[in-house]
């Protein structure tokens, strides 16, 4: 396969998995994107349009780097959330465990 079309399948596979937010998948391309990449670099010298794919996918992985940031705060936030209101959860966790089983108000 020419180089070219090995970095944009390399691209391509990125950008779906980060768009499915797939971080298994995303992680474990992530990890083999560099020998990968050293793989075909031993073929020879950079040619402009594998130096301009190579470039689209430094952008690619940049935005799955972007997305993972993003879902790491986001979690961030729902697990400092869920500490604040632990009180309150613990309070509904033991009323609903009082309460028998088919009491409604």
Not at 24 to 29: C, D, I, K, Q, V
Not at 71 to 90: I, P
Request: net charge neutral; charged share 25%; with cysteine.
């Amino acid at each position: 396969m020419p180089r070219s079309a090995a970095i944009g399948k390399l691209a391509a596979a990125i950008k779906d998995a980060a768009a499915a937010r797939d971080w298994e998948r995303l992680g474990a391309l992530a990890r083999a994107l560099a020998p990968q990449l050293s793989n075909l670099r031993e073929r020879g010298a950079w040619t402009r349009g594998e130096l301009a794919a190579l470039a689209q996918l430094r952008a690619v992985h940049d935005g799955a780097a972007a997305a993972c940031g993003e879902a790491l705060d986001t979690l961030a936030l729902r697990l400092a959330d869920m500490r604040n209101n632990k009180d309150g959860w613990m309070a509904y966790a033991l009323a609903s465990e009082t309460e028998p089983a088919g009491y409604q108000e």
